[in-house]
């Protein structure tokens, strides 16, 4: 498809069961992104990976959390252990270009509809 | 670390009206987005601002990069029913990283 897909729409999880969170980027797309929106909130940053390379997993909250890109295409996020508090939307965002740290941040990040976990 | 401060939390007007939100930060962005999200889905880009000072219009909607690089504001204008969802302000910084504002909920009545 055109956008970014993510897999499952839905899981629900009992608490202490692992989850693996598929997201398919744009094709071509260099940047990748993962978000976590609690209910009523904005996206929260969880991490970035440019191709392959993970550069940023400042925002993950716990080792609980675990991403990975293998090939720079495919990314799943990976929650191990799940407590009621990991209850969120997860959300995947691919962009064209890499973000360079120095110089002027520019691109559209393109977002997938988002996985909701519930754990219970 | 840095935050958004959005408001109006929520909205509720009349279709027709003109609507305005905006967003400040204690810290500098280079670039400012607006995003618009509706039930089950992910955040839509509306506008993006790369200068400060720029006014960027799309469609009925037009946005303003604050002068002190601090703030952000968007208005809708002749709103209509289908302009409901929640309103993310956004800054983005060097590495890439997006930090959002807590968002505005907007209710149109027909």
């Known amino acids: 498809g055109a956008g970014v897909s993510q897999s499952p729409r839905y899981k629900v999880a009992k608490r202490g069961q692992d989850v693996a969170l598929r997201c398919d980027p744009i094709?071509?797309?260099?940047?990748l992104f993962w978000y976590q929106q609690a209910l009523g909130q904005g996206p929260e940053f969880l991490t970035y990976f440019q191709n392959e390379a993970q550069l940023d997993k400042s925002g993950l909250p716990s080792d609980r959390f675990f991403a990975e890109r293998p090939e720079g295409s495919v990314s799943t996020l990976k929650i191990q252990r799940t407590q009621q508090e990991d209850s969120a939307v997860y959300l995947c965002?691919?962009?064209?270009?890499?973000?360079?740290?120095?110089?002027?941040?520019?691109?559209?990040?393109?977002f997938g509809e988002g996985s909701r976990l519930t754990v219970l | 670390g840095q935050q958004l401060n959005q408001s109006p939390q929520s909205m509720f007007i009349q279709e027709g009206e003109d609507v305005s939100m905006n967003c400040t930060s204690s810290?500098?962005?280079?670039?400012w987005l607006w995003y618009k999200q509706e039930p089950g889905e992910g955040p839509v880009l509306l506008i993006a601002l790369y200068k400060a000072g720029e006014l960027t219009s799309n469609g009925r909607l037009t946005a303003q990069f604050g002068i002190t690089r601090k703030d952000s504001f968007l208005n809708i204008s002749a709103s209509i029913p289908s302009d409901v969802g929640i309103y993310f302000c956004a800054g983005l910084i060097l590495t890439g990283k997006l930090i959002f504002g807590q968002g505005t909920t907007l209710q149109v009545k027909p």
């Open positions: 965002a691919s962009s064209l270009r890499g973000f360079k740290r120095s110089g002027r941040a520019e691109g559209e990040l393109f």
């Open positions: 094709s071509g797309h260099v940047s």
């Open positions: 810290s500098i962005f280079n670039t």
